[in-house]
């Protein structure tokens, strides 16, 4: 039977081979494009789960990252702009460090400039219907790397293009290997037929010692390319989705992603060229193989100049693919809020300082479920104008301070808001809400909110193109009865005499009266209403200021040893 098999002609054995094989190699490769289609489908599913918990509010399903630029800040902290649970985590849906830190920068830019958020406006509303090349988007990068906070692409790839190696060196070093390498060549060959001596055994020693004097830097070359290896891979594939997309009907966004779309010089095709050569280098992994290559072709000097020339386009160019890809990335998040969010709109931005400077109707808060949001018409007419809002506590005062702030965040942004109509002029955001004690700094809560109020006073007297609207919640709160009395009035006769405008929350009922006083303080209030023993709220907002209180009302509802009258006054 052996004998029989030995006799068995060469090319009858290799289709017998293929015979065997092709149907293996078949099955592998049908594996392969079912296991993708598989991963695709699951991290599908992750992210239409994760939409779903965005309209929802499901927080605990919703990515976020716990990055705040400080409590120094006009309005973050005060607004929920950052951190748990707040306006970012909502609608970032980057995939990228970098697209999620330009939303957030974004939604943070103290001075907002006009022309900056009707460009973002204009490409939002293009990218608004485009759901599917949204997730497509998503997942070109999520099928490679499962978590963003993995790369930091910026850093990492900012790093690795600044060690920048001189190519020219590395030219002479082929050069001179090469040389090498064909003179040994010869020399063997004239050695093999006996003209020569055996002096090809000098000129490999010299090969080797020169091979070898390079390694160190060659390996340091290399390790740091296979350690960015699946960077690449990833912003490859990112990059070719983009080129390959039609944007007929969307000129602008076509007209953002030019660099994309050139047919000469794609961006995946670099990237494409330094993975094979990345992948090429990576014959070290296999010392054998590596050893017999390079014995006789320089093939580490080779990639290692090939390496250097992509290196230094890629220092040309790949920060500017990067900053588009992040920007891209950050109007698709303003987009998809716009698009799980049908009923919000894109703001009218006003310049010339027309009667209403703000107007907005039906207007919400974004950060409360739907089903529990109750909106709100509002307005200033001027400059200079300041609105006291009153009422009971938990009666809605300081979500409406917040549902301006967040909303003239997201408007500033360049993206949508939840109201039905929302016009307003430019302003630099101040808040005054969540101010808080520190023990280790020994700031107590009164002295942090003097601080702040101190820094509002600042602002306003800024000499800037742009006025101040700030929003003030429970002014001095953390001192008596009568000094913050004295105080809240003379920080309001101060505040109204320059030209921003504001919202004031307060339970004192006496500054209502500073309203007979000034034209340019209005009164607005909240109130509830007791029905079969419980307090109801309606949180809809009144002109007027508060007709009740509800402090003694909660004590006695509550269990607390307070006595009402009939007229709920304290016995």
Not at 34 to 51: D, W
Not at 334 to 350: E, G, M, R, V
Request: net charge neutral; glycine share 6%.
């Amino acid at each position: 039977m052996i004998g029989v098999a030995l006799w068995i002609p060469l090319w009858t054995a290799e289709v017998i081979a293929l015979l065997l094989f092709a149907p293996f190699g078949f099955a592998v490769v049908e594996h392969s494009r079912v296991n993708i289609g598989i991963r695709t489908n699951h991290a599908l599913r992750e992210l239409k789960s994760t939409h779903l918990a965005r309209i929802q509010l499901d927080w605990g399903k919703i990515p976020g990252r716990e990055t705040t630029t400080g409590g120094d800040h006009p309005f973050e902290i005060h607004l929920d702009i950052t951190g748990d649970r707040s306006l970012h985590q909502l609608i970032d849906t980057s995939t990228s460090i970098g697209g999620s830190d330009r939303l957030r920068d974004w939604l943070l830019n103290p001075v907002p400039d006009v022309d900056a958020i009707k460009t973002r406006q204009t490409l939002v509303q293009e990218l608004i219907p485009l759901s599917r090349f949204r997730d497509r988007l998503s997942l070109q990068s999520e099928l490679i790397q499962k978590r963003r906070s993995e790369i930091h692409e910026g850093d990492l790839f900012t790093q690795w293009l600044s060690q920048q190696n001189e190519s020219s060196s590395l030219w002479v070093a082929l050069i001179v290997s090469v040389i090498i390498c064909f003179t040994s060549a010869i020399l063997i060959l004239l050695n093999s037929v006996g003209l020569l001596p055996s002096y090809w055994i000098f000129t490999m020693a010299v090969y080797g010692l020169f091979f070898v004097i390079l390694q160190i830097r060659l390996g340091t070359m290399f390790r740091d390319a296979i350690a960015i290896e699946g960077a690449l891979t990833r912003f490859g594939a990112v990059f070719q989705y983009l080129e390959e997309q039609s944007y007929k009907t969307k000129p602008n966004v076509k007209r953002l992603l030019t660099p994309f779309l050139s047919p000469t010089q794609k961006p995946s095709n670099l990237l494409k060229e330094v993975g094979r050569i990345v992948a090429g280098a990576s014959l070290q992994k296999n010392q054998l193989l590596w050893f017999g290559i390079n014995l006789f072709v320089p093939s580490d000097i080779y990639f290692a100049y090939k390496l250097q020339k992509c290196k230094q386009k890629l220092a040309k160019l790949l920060p500017g693919w990067l900053d588009l890809w992040f920007e891209v990335e950050a109007l698709c998040s303003l987009a998809h809020f716009a698009y799980l969010n049908p009923d919000s709109i894109l703001p009218q931005i006003t310049v010339g300082w027309k009667q209403p400077v703000f107007s907005a109707t039906s207007l919400g808060h974004p950060l409360i479920e739907s089903k529990s949001m109750v909106d709100n018409d509002f307005q200033i007419n001027e400059l200079g104008k300041l609105v006291i809002i009153t009422g009971s506590n938990m009666s809605g005062k300081s979500t409406f301070l917040r549902t301006l702030g967040v909303n003239l965040c997201l408007a500033f942004a360049g993206g949508p808001v939840m109201a039905e109509s929302f016009r307003t002029n430019l302003f630099r955001i101040f808040a005054c809400i969540r101010v808080g004690d520190s023990l280790v700094e020994g700031v107590s809560f009164f002295y942090a909110e003097v601080k702040r109020l101190k820094r509002l006073l600042t602002e306003l007297e800024n000499d800037n193109s742009l006025p101040v609207f700030y929003l003030i919640d429970e002014i001095f709160r953390g001192t008596n009865n009568r000094e913050r009395l004295i105080g809240s009035q003379a920080i309001i006769r101060k505040i109204i005499q320059y030209k921003g405008v504001g919202v004031l929350s307060t339970h004192d009922l006496e500054l209502v009266k500073l309203a007979d006083e000034f034209l340019a303080i209005r009164n607005y209030h909240f109130q509830e209403e007791i029905i079969n023993g419980q307090m109801r709220f309606d949180y809809r907002l009144r002109e007027g200021p508060c007709p009740t209180t509800n402090a003694l009302k909660i004590m006695a509802l509550e269990g607390l040893p307070i006595e009402l009258s009939e007229d709920g006054k304290a016995r």
